[in-house]
């Protein structure tokens, strides 16, 4: 066990990493006790030091489980550091469940191990068993090649070297090592999916096939390289489909519905593309069913609205409140240059005759009824008609700045639609001799 032990660390950290250090997370258990028993005499760890985490879950136990990481690493003289932390009370303030929460919090703080502590790599102790419950879980969940992969060997600065070893290959090991561990007696109970599935469903499954681990790791494995292989073939086509660059209103991507609507694959393509921002299956199969409809449709989850607009669906990050917008609109006032220009702005700026406007200006969004004279026209538009001209989706126009400013008897009037037009009635001429130079912000 230690050689396949070296050999997984080597394969999955660089010397430089283990150079630098690898920082082993320690639970207690018995999974995290053997690999810190095994990376304390490996030729290859280099230097390492150990993170506990106490969650404050399980009270006199958690503490229990610290007491003995603090012991067994003192005895060492292995680094150690720990954080104690109020898990339940971050699930109820971030609205996700305690096993979210321990997860983000952890890695959060290994995240800040890494980087105040030089450490090069972080080490978690998921063993086979864990892989295949993930697997499991994935399924039952609805998911794609990624999920049915299991857990990666390796995923940014995270190593995970007990991979390749069963749950009882390690105990077997633990107990002919004199390695103490701790059980955590909330795993016995089968409340929460993962417990259910190792401590009901897998008896079942070994009962059908004793090897069942063994072969639904190499099955993974193989999903891994179809996933992986079809990963790099949906990138090489992606710009057939979807456009990532120079897009408008702070948009994350763009898809032809035209060329998507064609596609024999187009099912899987919205599920690579989607997937990540949380759409669903449910949502999926629905938007492929309007994939080529009319603009105005919505999709919606939390954190991004997909909208559709004229023959491309846009994705944003949703802002509840698009009136905030109006702080990346800048206005300075200049005096008029010598051989000023008026009629080649930079672009996303705009130049009015500082002299009409009556300061300060107002910014909001756009409202039904706004009309205005856009520049070189006599004759007043309406702003919803002039945003159809522009083909903007509707994301666009609640996204869109309207700077207005008074006239003498206090009404409302529109001085430009920030970064697209001005007002006519608000042009520099011969005679302004001061300049409003209006931009979006960086």
Known sequence: MRKRFDTALESLSSEKERLSGILLAVSGGVDSMAMLSLAASSPLAGRIGAAHMNFSMRGAESDGDEALVRDWC?????????????????????????????????????????????????????????????????????????????????????????????????????????????????????????????????????????????????????????????????????????????????????????????????????????????????????????????????????????????????????????????????VTVIPRPEGFNPANPPAGTLYADASKLTFPLTFRSWQEGDSFRPLGMKGFRKVSDFFNDLKLDIEQKRRQIIVTTEDPTGAEQIVCIANRRLDDRFKVTEATDRIAVISMAE
């Open 74 to 330: 003192a005895e060492r003289g292995i680094p150690l550091f720990v954080k104690r932390v109020d898990t339940a009370a971050y699930a109820r303030e971030h609205g996700v469940s305690i096993e979210m929460a321990a997860r983000e919090l952890r890695y959060a703080w290994f995240e800040e191990l890494l980087g105040n502590e030089g450490f090069g790599c972080v080490a978690v102790a998921h063993n086979r068993n864990d892989s295949a419950e993930t697997l499991i879980l994935n399924l039952l969940r609805g998911t794609g090649l990624r999920g049915i992969s299991g857990i990666r060997p390796r995923n940014g600065k995270v190593i995970r070297p007990m991979l390749g070893f069963s749950r009882s290959e390690i105990e077997d090991y633990a107990r002919g090592n004199g390695v103490p561990f701790r059980t955590d007696s909330t795993n016995l109970e089968s409340e929460y999916s993962r417990n259910r599935i190792r401590n009901e469903v897998f008896p079942e499954f070994e009962k059908i096939n004793p090897s069942f681990l063994r072969s639904l790791s190499a099955d993974m494995a193989r999903f891994a390289e179809a996933g992986d292989f079809l990963a790099r073939k949906l990138a090489e086509e992606e710009p057939l489909f979807v456009r990532r660059t120079a897009l408008e209103c702070g948009a994350l991507l763009e898809i032809d519905s035209a060329a998507l609507a064609s596609d024999p694959f187009r099912a899987l393509r919205l599920f690579t593309l989607l997937e990540p921002y949380g759409f669903n299956s449910a949502q999926l199969e629905q938007l492929e069913a309007v994939i080529d409809g009319s603009a105005g449709k919505i999709f919606s989850v939390p954190g991004y609205r997909l909208v559709s607009g004229s023959g491309k669906w846009s994705l944003y990050e949703d802002v509840s409140d698009p009136s905030d917008l109006a702080s990346r609109v800048s």
